[in-house]
């Protein structure tokens, strides 16, 4: 007995020193993760990982909340908050450390690393199929060079890089020159175009199309003043038929209907969907009004129909006898100047579709962008909104190749362009004639203001034009607020965010001055 | 309420300095505004019962031991609570002389009824000026200032569903077998099993849920399981003593998780009881591994003389499964010695010394607590929405790490032990030094890499710890029926990064919003370091405006910073060192007093010289609209009655981010009575009670029953050991309004049959 217990327990021991011994037991043993090494070998997944992409741009600091916004709509002369928050952007007190975008270059950059890192794995990949290849290749082109316009516009020169580096490598690269990154990503757009689907369908509509590339290289054309360019891909866009205005200005923002928000005018969409957790848009909220801040004289006592009873309680029920309410923030109410119809030429039929000064008959205490709101309250909640972000549409297309044709050739080919989305705009109409070159393009300041207030575009406008310091100083602004005191020349870029800074010192060595903030 | 009204009203005004504009609108109605105590609305007083019972047993072969255990406690947050079912066992058999074996188990299942609120939420967040009930009945919603719709507290305590219910196992058997004389093998084989059901529900009536109810299930299995095999040799020759130890111990840890959700529930008849009542839609699933192992040779030998001298050596070569092959595996090695002085000769005959013995001690220890598969590039998997279809995706995971390996602390340790007076009094005290090297930290990397998390584990930087540790035990009073001890320990510890890979400083923490850094590593300086700008103030005059260049910035009765760097800007580049959370020295004060049956203890506790950072302060002071306010606004900068006040006017600040600065430090020193307890033995013979029992003790005890503090922001001992993101391991010393240590009062008796 003795000896039989004695010699299992060597025979135990033996066991564990084998065990010991065999470095196995000491290996990681991952099992509920991909990685890297064993991925894209079929089309699925080629497809998964520019899905991920996309929901890089779902984010608040870009498209899902005001990330982008704050810098493409605030601080110009079209829009700001109800009161007194985040008034550091639109007041200019932007410095390093404060307001300057970091949460947006962060993300911006998670964009770059994705698609380089799957660009580098897909191209030539023998595994996928020709088909695969080609339009998640172009996916993928387009969404970098989407990051790179947003980096390039808010930044100026950024560190640039499209091939995987090493970790250490690209956590210390320096600025690069916006015109080097700016012509390399319009190379990308080009071949973009060609490996690109036209249209898609079905639970393909929001993907990037020939179009969309297409579209965005205009627009890197036109931001370099490269006219015959910017022209040139227009014509492209316009040409190619995929894309219509539609009749009716108002119906390009509806999105009441939550399974029908596309129409033929969106060229290129991010797409929110209420209920999903991360990918509903709070974005609505800023352009939907408080009830504390509604109607106007909303504590006074007032009887309609025989009821009698604060104002506020008696349109609030009337909102919700009709399943609505107001809901949101009111971040982004218009100002005062724009609010004005007697500022908006007569006749414009965008007026009432872009702006709501009274609603139900009960005068506002502000106005709001109606193109942009959305009180329902059956799909479109407060904080779990469903609309889409629409980032290029076709009337910007025509209103570009207007711009375009005019710094080109004069106005002589431009009318048409822009006549075309003044057509709709009008009741009669009014189309644009006898116009000096100057003429021309200062019209067009004001018409892209009142085509496309509130959609992200005018503040770079206003910079590319090299007006946003005399138009920020001329307008006028709420009480709360005062930018034109504070507003810099150097402002028409953000600094490179301090924490960037501190954890890359490289950055200051083409710049010294931050782009001027220091 | 007149603050946030005073606020709305503050505009930059005609000269850009700032105006109290009374033409705007007010934000609330004096008249019609509420006031709730939020606080005491969600407290309550706890409540604890405790019983246990255990039963022993020896006979010749074999000791037993059982015992059983019911817990039930009613948190002092109203819907919290635990109550917990234990057994647990001993039993240990002689099989022959020289086989001996036995088990443990101890086996506990528990439900815990977590805090329904948020009460850090509650502290900084909800508004005193928002009712709990709107004038129809229901529950209120949204924050009276920024609208935002916001949790209600006491809709959360009546109906949430939020408890997680937990077995765990934890077994342990050994066998022990003396292969020869002296020479032994012994070999333990233990398990931990830990199943976690975490069940949660949200329901549609809850006044912010505007889809339906929310239903949560996760679950989690872990599984330790430790083998350790020891080879012993005991030698003793007349005055030397020998004990050789060697062996090889493994472990293996992992994790099995699954988790799965639902939403919009159209009504709360099933709870969490059946997910698939949710909306399809909205069902999420997932689940997860992890693992991680270790294993260790070791080796030990004790050598004595005459009990005099005293000298161990231990060799460790440890290997852990989170590094990668070719760092895997570290060698540990120490020596210790000890000299009992009061042994020699030359002290035999001391009346006065009892005992005198010095110890010292030099090793090295390993540190490996870094998440596993940490050196694994990964994709993370991630949705999309297309067309109103939710879609798979992936995503590019966290940066993995490269060539990480263990963090080695070297660590001198020298002891004294003196007793006297027949050890009525005794005294020890301890030197320790410790250089820790290749501190494992995540260090954060600049966002154009473009990681999920911009973090990446490297070994960096070096920092050393040294401090003394004394204790004093004084039997003050020792007669027939009445004894007095006290006990009195004191420690200090200075901590030094000695550096930091060539770097300056390293960030820690970036707390608030848009804040700046608010806490460092900085070579030369404690672990970790406070940071931020110097608040000097307010604006009193335009003047000083202009002379700090911060006209259309700053306004008059608006806060004021040392611009350290002179360009007119106040970020990290303005930082000073404004403190650090260790304390320059703690300790606790014991004194027992016994009068015959009756017995008193009164243990105080105490920290002096440590500073806590107050995270709350950027908004309590500043007064950000939506949010709570400290009392000290009330003496606010208020334009033509308190114009003196360096106290922020209300307004300016008001959507502006403030640095974090000195406002946000706060000396976190304090004493507190920790414990007292009364004790008293019932005198069994009186009442003939021997014969049933063979002890009855009657107590009552209190404990956090005082506390002396300047700290603003509740209890200083409670605070975040991380904030933020980053470098969390070495973070510590931030507040945000955590729940307070709680009171208690405790009766109790133990009887023995």
Same mark, same amino acid.
């Given at each position: ?292 801040? &509604?109607?106007?004289? =909303?504590?006074?006592? !007032? *009887? $309609?129909?025989?009821?009698? @009873?604060? /104002? ?33 030429? &007569?006749?414009?039929? =965008?007026?009432?579709? !872009? *702006? $709501?000064?009274?609603?139900? @008959?009960? /005068? ?48 002589? @080919? ?105 | ?753």
């Amino acid at each position: 007995m003795k000896t039989n217990i004695t010699s299992k327990f060597l025979i135990l021991l033996m066991g564990f020193l084998v065990l010991s011994s065999c470095d196995d037991f000491l290996e990681e043993d991952l099992r509920d993760q991909i990685t890297p090494d064993a991925f894209f070998t079929n089309d699925k997944e080629a497809e998964l990982a520019v899905n991920g992409v996309y929901r890089l741009l779902q984010d608040n600091n870009v498209y899902r909340q005001r990330g982008l916004d704050n810098y493409y709509t605030s601080g110009a002369d079209i829009q700001a908050a109800n009161r007194d928050v985040n008034s550091s952007i639109h007041n200019y007190l932007i410095q390093e450390g404060t307001a300057d975008g970091n949460g947006t270059w962060i993300q911006l950059y998670k964009v770059v690393n994705n698609t380089t890192e799957f660009i580098s794995n897909i191209e030539g990949n023998e595994s996928l199929t020709q088909e695969a290849r080609d339009s998640r290749l172009g996916e993928l082109l387009f969404l970098r060079a989407l990051a790179y316009y947003h980096l390039t516009n808010l930044w100026g020169d950024v560190p640039f890089y499209t091939e995987q580096l090493p970790v250490l490598e690209r956590s210390v690269l320096g600025r690069t020159p916006k015109a080097e990154i700016r012509s390399a990503m319009k190379e990308d757009l080009a071949r973009a175009f060609d490996l690109l689907p036209s249209a898609y369908s079905g639970n393909d509509l929001g993907r990037a199309s020939k179009w969309a590339a297409a579209t965005l290289k205009a627009k890197y054309h036109l931001f370099d003043q490269e006219w015959a360019l910017a022209k040139a891909e227009c014509d492209v866009v316009i040409d190619g038929g995929a894309h219509r205005l539609l009749d009716n200005y108002a119906d390009v923002f509806d999105q009441s209907d939550p399974s029908n928000q596309y129409n033929d005018e969106h060229i290129y969409v991010v797409d929110f969907e209420a209920d999903y957790d991360g990918l509903f848009t709070t974005r609505t909220d800023d352009y939907n009004p408080r009830i504390r801040d &509604e109607p106007a004289g =909303r504590n006074n006592d !007032t *009887i $309609v129909n025989g009821v009698s @009873g604060t /104002k506020v309680d008696i349109f609030q029920g009337l909102l919700r006898d009709q399943a609505e309410d107001m809901t949101g923030y009111g971040w982004s109410v218009p100002l005062p100047e724009f609010a004005l119809q007697e500022n908006w030429q &007569e006749g414009d039929l =965008r007026y009432d579709a !872009t *702006i $709501v000064t009274e609603y139900l @008959g009960w /005068k506002l205490a502000f106005p709001y962008f109606r193109k942009n709101w959305n009180l329902d309250q059956e799909n479109s909640l407060r904080g779990n909104h469903p609309e889409n972000y629409i980032v290029f549409r076709l009337a910007d297309v025509y209103l570009m190749a207007a711009e375009a044709e005019n710094e080109l050739n004069g106005p002589g @080919g431009a009318y048409f362009y822009v006549n075309k989305v003044r057509e709709r705009a009008f009741e009669p109409d009014q189309p644009w004639t006898g116009m000096s070159k100057e003429e021309f393009r200062e019209a067009i300041y004001d018409e892209r203001k009142f085509e496309l207030s509130a959609e992200g575009h005018r503040r770079m406008d206003l910079i590319r034009w090299g007006i946003l310091l005399e138009t920020v100083q001329t307008v006028q602004h709420r009480p709360w607020n005062n930018p034109a005191a504070n507003i810099q020349p150097y402002h028409v870029l953000l600094p490179v965010p301090q924490n960037q800074l501190e954890l890359n010192p490289k950055l200051l060595e083409s710049d010294p001055t931050n782009n001027g903030y220091r | 309420m007149n603050y946030k009204n005073e606020s709305y009203q503050f505009t930059p005004g005609p000269d850009g300095f700032g105006l109290t504009d009374s033409t705007l609108p007010l934000v609330l109605n004096p008249e019609t505004t509420t006031t709730t105590d939020w606080l005491d609305l969600v407290e309550q007083p706890g409540s604890i019962s405790n019983t246990d019972v255990s039963v022993t047993g020896n006979s010749e072969n074999a000791n037993y031991f059982i015992s059983g255990n019911y817990f039930n406690q009613k948190g002092v947050l109203r819907g919290s609570g635990l109550e917990r079912v234990n057994f647990r066992t001993n039993l240990d058999v002689r099989v022959s002389d020289r086989f001996k074996t036995g088990i443990r188990a101890n086996i506990t299942h528990y439900k815990i009824e977590n805090n329904k609120v948020d009460y850090g939420g509650i502290v900084s967040q909800v508004l005193p000026i928002r009712p709990v009930y709107l004038e129809d009945g229901s529950f209120s919603f949204e924050n009276p200032i920024s609208a935002g719709l916001e949790r209600n507290p006491e809709a959360d305590i009546q109906l949430r569903v939020d408890h997680d219910l937990v077995t765990q196992v934890i077994t342990n058997a050994y066998v022990e077998y003396e292969i020869a004389k002296n020479l032994s093998f012994k070999s333990t084989f233990g398990a931990q099993l830990n199943y976690v059901k975490q069940n949660n529900y949200l329901p549609c009536i809850l006044p912010e849920r505007v889809n339906g109810g929310f239903g949560r299930i996760n679950t989690n299995f872990t599984k330790s399981i430790l083998n350790e095999n020891t080879l012993n040799y005991n030698l003793d020759l007349d005055d030397h003593s020998i004990k050789v130890l060697g062996g090889f111990t493994w472990q293996k840890d992992n994790n099995e998780s699954t988790r799965s959700e639902a939403d919009q529930f159209p009504n709360d008849v099933v709870l969490f009881n059946n997910l698939a009542l949710g909306d399809a839609s909205t069902a999420v699933v997932g689940s997860g591994y992890s693992q991680r192992t270790l294993s260790s040779f070791l080796g030990r030998v004790n050598y004595g003389y005459k009990s005099k001298y005293l000298l161990t050596l231990v060799g460790r070569y440890d290997g852990s499964s989170v590094f990668e092959t070719g760092n895997k595996y570290a060698f540990f090695p120490s020596i210790g010695a000890a000299w009992n002085v009061d042994e020699e000769n030359f002290m035999a005959d001391s009346d006065v010394i009892d005992r005198f013995k010095l110890r010292g001690s030099y090793g090295i220890v390993g540190e490996q607590g870094v998440k596993a598969y940490n050196s694994l590039a990964t994709y993370n998997n991630t949705t999309t929405v297309f067309n109103g279809s939710l879609i798979n995706g992936v995503a590019v995971g966290d940066v993995p790490s490269s060539g990480l390996s263990w963090e080695t602390t070297k660590q001198l340790d020298l002891g004294i032990e003196l007793g006297f007076f027949n050890n009525r009094l005794t005294f020890e005290a301890d030197y320790y030094k410790k250089t820790t090297e290749d501190l494992l930290l995540a260090v954060a990397l600049s966002g154009q890499v473009g990681a999920n998390s911009t973090t990446q584990l490297q070994n960096l930087g070096s920092v050393r710890n040294s401090g003394f540790e004394f204790g004093l035990n004084t039997v003050n009073v020792e007669n027939e029926n009445f004894q007095w001890e006290s006990n009195l320990s004191i420690s200090s510890n200075k901590s030094e990064i000695l550096e930091l890979d060539g770097q300056e400083y390293i960030t820690l923490q970036s707390t608030g919003n848009q804040g700046g850094n608010s806490a460092r590593l900085i070579v030369g300086e404690s672990l970790p370091t406070f940071v931020g700008a110097k608040y000097l103030g307010t604006y009193k005059s335009a003047d000083e405006i202009i002379a700090d260049g911060r006209e259309g910035r700053s306004f008059i009765g608006g806060p004021r910073y040392e611009d350290v760097n002179g360009d007119s800007n106040i970020n990290d580049e303005d930082s000073v060192v404004l403190g650090s959370p260790i304390p320059d020295f703690y300790g606790g004060f014991r004194n027992t007093f016994t009068y015959k049956n009756l017995s008193l203890d009164v243990f105080f506790h105490g920290s002096y010289g440590a500073e806590i950072y107050n995270v709350r302060s950027q908004t309590a002071y500043f007064g950000r609209g939506e949010q709570n306010v400290d009392p000290i606004v009330l003496n606010r900068w208020i334009a033509g009655v308190n114009e003196t006040s360096d106290v922020p006017r209300a307004g300016p600040s008001n959507s502006l981010f403030n640095p974090n600065s000195s406002l946000n430090i706060e000396d976190g020193s304090y004493l507190r009575l920790k414990t007292m307890s009364l004790n008293y033995n019932v005198p069994l013979e009186s009442g003939g009670l021997s014969d049933v029992f063979s002890s009855l003790n009657v107590y009552v005890t209190g404990t956090n029953l005082l506390l002396f503090t300047d700290f603003t922001l509740g209890d200083p001992e409670v605070n975040n050991f991380s904030d933020g993101s980053g470098l969390n391991s070495v973070s510590q010393g931030f507040a945000s309004g955590q729940y307070p240590y709680a009171k208690s009062i405790t009766l109790g008796i133990k009887v023995e049959f």
